[in-house]
């Protein structure tokens, strides 16, 4: 599984990060240091992710307009 942040959340979390004199080498590492600033695990509120995702999207298919 491919994991691909969005490019606004990626703006973001590198916008308001510190200069990092070690930045993260690895994937392991960049975990990590998502989940001490918040990235990962931000939404204790969504238990489930993928269909979380799942129900946003049909709600936005379905939406109606105005």
Same mark, same amino acid.
């Given at each position: 599984?491919?994991?691909?942040?969005? @490019?606004?959340?990626?703006?973001? %979390?590198?916008?308001? !990060? +510190?200069?990092?004199?070690?930045?993260?080498?690895?994937?392991?590492? $960049?975990?990590? @240091?998502?989940?001490?600033?918040? %990235?990962?695990?931000? !939404? +204790?509120?969504?238990?489930?992710?993928?269909?979380?995702?799942?129900? $946003?999207?049909?709600?936005?298919?379905?939406?109606?307009?105005?």
């Amino acid at each position: 599984m491919k994991l691909t942040p969005s @490019y606004p959340v990626l703006q973001s %979390v590198l916008s308001f !990060r +510190p200069f990092l004199q070690n930045p993260p080498k690895t994937g392991l590492d $960049l975990v990590a @240091y998502w989940e001490s600033v918040g %990235v990962i695990n931000s !939404r +204790p509120d969504i238990m489930d992710s993928q269909e979380h995702a799942r129900r $946003l999207h049909h709600q936005s298919e379905h939406r109606e307009r105005a």
